[in-house]
């Protein structure tokens, strides 16, 4: 099992939970609940530092495989867009937080 440092959890305007670090430097987004390409809601867990001024390298946990990609907002809500170099993608259900 992967483990993130999280210091606290809030909600979002949209309902979705944000996962803080407060490091030094202040707070720093450690896990989204973001939205997937299937419409689910699942923990994306960011990997490292921003790569433009508005994504995150991040990954999610797909049953037993793991999808790379990054997480991006639209208008507010969390979404997670996994890279396109993957082999294609079976989405399995949500266990929890599913829409």
């Known amino acids: ?53 508005s994504s995150l390298p991040a990954f999610i946990n797909n049953g037993k495989a793991k999808v790379t990609g990054w997480i991006g907002t639209d208008e507010g809500r969390w979404l997670f867009h996994p890279h396109t170099d993957q082999e294609p993608i079976q989405w399995k259900a949500a266990k929890r937080n599913s829409k």
Do not use: F
């Open 1 to 53: 099992m992967t483990r993130y440092r999280t210091d606290r959890i809030e909600p979002n305007e949209h309902g979705q939970m944000i996962g803080y670090t407060d490091w030094i430097g202040g707070p720093s987004i450690s896990k989204v609940e973001a939205d997937c390409p299937d419409g689910r809601q699942r923990w994306a867990y960011v990997t490292g530092e921003a790569l433009t001024w």
